[in-house]
């Protein structure tokens, strides 16, 4: 297996636990309610975790607000179907303006909603959110392989672990 | 070939924003659209190195915004958590008094329209009540600088990859090499 493969692996693995948390928060919630607790205050540093404003699962709120969960399934999802589209490495990154394309929708919806203008509702917000999150990881994965690649390199020809020259 | 800046100027600017988008109250609520002050800095560090960078310079490349991400992330959780004590020390728990008002009244019109129960909002109102009483205690510093510690660095790495694909710099015009 190449290197970039695995670390695409470790990758989706790590989001693929991000994800989990998020839905394991309520699903535990009645049978053991200690680890629901501290799932629901790891993520609470990065969401306001409003109930209204969540999606819900067995009568519990999801640990991340509709907006937050949106993204992080549609990084999921991007990233599980990403090697079928796209191949490691930043040659393969995709023009800046589909960037512009799926942040706009969103920062459109939380502009409009905070101005009086529109309500937005669960349903913009998981459409919006669910864009950006699909198209973020074209961008990220390629960049990412390819840097942890290069800091490997780096780490071998300034005399590195043993494990990592047998590797290479 | 002159050698590539140090990235801790960069690094340290960025990490700063982020510390005060992370913690000065009202601004602090960027962070709850998926840290989205984190990823900011992130692309503001690369961005900051990008513009140290000179001609002769070996290009900008992907292990340098992995880099900028981590170290800024991790200057970020830093300061954010050294803002909010003195915050908190200076002025008590005012963002969780920011947040406990607007919660407070979101509730209010949810019993109101008769979306929730007044004992439930009772309910959520004294939970709010208690983790403002907790906010200053040292156990809650230290484990919310140890959640920062993680998730920072982790959102500040995607800012700064997601900054290198948008100010990448161009690829050089392939030539053909006449044999």
Redesign the interface.
Same mark, same amino acid.
């Given at each position: 297996m190449k290197f970039t493969d695995r670390v695409y692996l470790i990758l989706l693995m790590l989001v693929a636990a991000w994800c989990g948390g998020l839905l394991l928060a309520p699903v535990l919630s009645g049978t053991m309610p200690e680890v629901s607790s501290a799932l629901y205050? /790891?993520y609470e540093?990065?969401?306001?975790q409003?109930? *209204?404003r969540s999606f819900h699962l067995h009568g519990g709120k999801v640990a #991340? /607000?509709a907006? /937050?969960s949106s993204?992080?399934f549609g990084f999921f999802l991007a990233l599980m179907v990403y090697p079928l589209f796209r191949r490691f490495g *930043? @040659?393969s990154?995709p023009a800046?303006s589909w960037?512009v394309l799926a942040v706009g929708p969103m920062a459109l919806d939380?502009l409009l909603n905070a101005s009086g203008v529109h309500a937005s509702t669960l349903f913009t917000r998981a459409v919006t959110g669910g864009l950006f999150g699909f198209v #973020?990881p074209f961008?990220?994965v390629? #960049?990412?392989t390819?840097? #942890?690649t @290069?800091?490997r390199d @780096?780490f071998i020809s300034r005399g590195g672990l043993s494990y990592a020259r047998k590797a290479q | 070939m002159p050698e590539k800046p140090s990235k801790v100027r960069a690094a340290l600017i960025s990490g700063a924003v982020i510390g005060a988008l992370s913690s000065v109250p009202g601004i602090s !609520?960027i962070? =709850? =659209? =998926? =840290?989205a002050g984190v990823w900011l800095g992130g692309v503001l560090s690369l961005y900051l190195y990008k513009q140290e960078l000179t001609e002769g310079m070996p290009p900008l490349?992907?292990?340098?915004?992995?880099?900028l991400g981590l170290m800024a992330g991790v200057v970020g959780a830093f300061t954010a958590t050294i803002v909010n004590v003195l915050i908190l020390v200076t002025f008590g728990p005012v963002e969780a008094e920011l947040v406990k008002s607007i919660?407070g009244k979101?509730l209010d019109r &949810?019993a109101e329209q008769g979306?929730m129960t007044s004992d439930m909002v009772d309910t959520?109102k004294e939970q709010v009540e208690a983790s403002i009483r907790d906010s200053g205690r040292l156990s809650n510093i230290f484990g919310?600088l140890f959640?920062?510690l993680i998730?920072y660095p982790i959102?500040a790495i995607?800012g700064a !990859?997601?900054g290198?694909? &948008?100010f990448?710099p161009k690829?050089p015009p392939q030539t053909t090499v006449a044999s």
């Open positions: 205050s /790891c540093p990065i969401c306001h409003i109930d *209204a #991340v /607000c907006r /937050c993204i992080y *930043a @040659q990154l800046r960037i939380v #973020v961008y990220i390629p #960049v990412l390819e840097g #942890v @290069q800091l @780096q | !609520l962070n =709850c =659209c =998926c =840290c490349e992907s292990s340098d915004a992995l880099m919660v979101f &949810m979306s959520i919310g959640i920062t998730v959102f995607l !990859l997601l290198f694909a &948008m990448r690829a």
